[in-house]
């Protein structure tokens, strides 16, 4: 079987993106992932088996018809037709008959393949994440409530199930080697479950077309060992007596969950939110926050970026929202799940902004 490579995903040139690193997976012949779980074998079963049925009948279909196009030409201008069937009834009782069976067959496989995906077992149960989709991340938390965000890590050989949430539109959760794929409705609580069956680092995708940076709604799946998960790599965020290794962490979540808005770089050039260079502006050694026109509930009022300010646009931005346009026309969902350790990282990210 001949295997070929997909592209590299695009790197930004800025790095730093939830899929930088990720490894091209190889595809098969028939342009198929490997599967990496060990369930959802009749996914590929189903898909090469009607793959199989269409190709045999296009080419039974279209042989019948060129020959017969071909051999009962009208040979002269004036030939009478040389037979006049109008039906032939075992003829169409094959042909009525055979799909039939061919198509009850592919339901009973589908639906097979439907309920195995839906019923989830206790196994994948008693190990229940929750992934939040919004535009354009994924926040996952673990069954011991610690968080990750924009990567997630899942235990070899332990069945997982994950609860889908939105909080703002359609999304939908697709990790393409599992085998899994369900759109997330806001509002509503899905789930998936899948059994991982291979270490390695797996691409989520955001599968439902959710607005200007969809294309670039992924995620990491690990897939880890036991010592690994016990080590919890997700949730090493550096303690307060690290300060540089504490704003090289605030830089990493900003570029993975804001900087899809705000400038924070020069080199950035969105401006769907207000920049943050300028945001602060530092004074011997505190930092200033800049003067702000906000509008409370319909009125306007000045205030300064502090620190809980910066905590209040975080977790209710619709509270007090920049009256400057285009800002104001604007809209930033909230991140409310965040951890306020996360939010101090990201703070202090920001106010290292102005040390240059
Ligand atoms: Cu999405």
Redesign the pocket.
């Known amino acids: 079987m001949i295997n070929y490579l997909i592209q590299e995903p695009k790197q930004d040139p800025q790095g730093d993106l939830p899929w930088d690193g990720v490894p091209a997976h190889e595809i098969d012949f028939w342009g198929q992932l490997p599967v990496q779980a060990g369930t959802f074998d009749h996914v590929d079963g189903l898909f090469y088996f009607t793959y199989a049925v269409c190709i045999i009948f296009f080419v039974i279909i279209t042989g019948v018809l060129l020959y017969s196009v071909f051999a009962h030409r009208r040979k002269t201008w004036d030939q009478k037709p040389l037979s006049n069937v109008t039906h032939n009834t075992p003829l169409e009782v094959v042909w009525t008959i055979v799909p039939l069976i061919i198509v009850m067959i592919m339901f009973a496989w589908g639906f097979k393949g439907s309920l195995d995906m839906t019923t989830v077992p206790h196994e994948a149960q008693r190990n229940t994440y929750k992934a939040t989709?919004k535009?354009?991340n994924w926040t996952f938390i673990y069954p011991d409530a610690t968080q990750s965000i924009a990567e997630v890590y899942v235990e070899v050989d332990k069945p997982v199930q994950f609860i889908l949430e939105s909080t703002d539109v359609l999304?939908a959760f697709y990790i393409p080697v599992m085998r899994v794929k369900r759109d997330i409705v806001p509002g509503r609580y899905q789930s998936v479950w899948f059994h991982p069956i291979k270490q390695g680092v797996y691409p989520l995708f955001?599968a439902?077309y959710?607005g200007d940076d969809?294309s670039r709604?992924y995620a990491k799946v690990h897939v880890v060992d036991a010592a690994t998960m016990a080590d919890r790599p997700w949730n090493k965020v550096p303690a307060e007596d690290k300060p540089v290794e504490r704003i090289a962490y605030g830089a990493r979540l900003a570029r993975q969950l804001c900087a899809s808005c705000h400038k924070m770089r020069d080199t950035d050039t969105v401006v769907t939110g207000p920049s943050w260079l300028g945001m602060f502006t530092k004074q011997g050694d505190t930092y200033v926050g800049r003067q702000r026109e906000v509008l409370e509930g319909g009125v306007t009022k000045t205030i300064t970026t502090d620190d809980a300010y910066i905590i209040e646009s975080i977790k209710d931005p619709t509270k007090k929202i920049v009256a400057e346009a285009p800002y104001n026309k604007n809209s930033m969902s909230k991140f409310d799940t965040l951890t306020d350790d996360r939010v101090a990282c990201l703070i202090a990210y920001m106010k290292s902004l102005a040390d240059n």
């Open positions: 989709a535009q354009w999304h955001c439902e959710c969809h709604m």
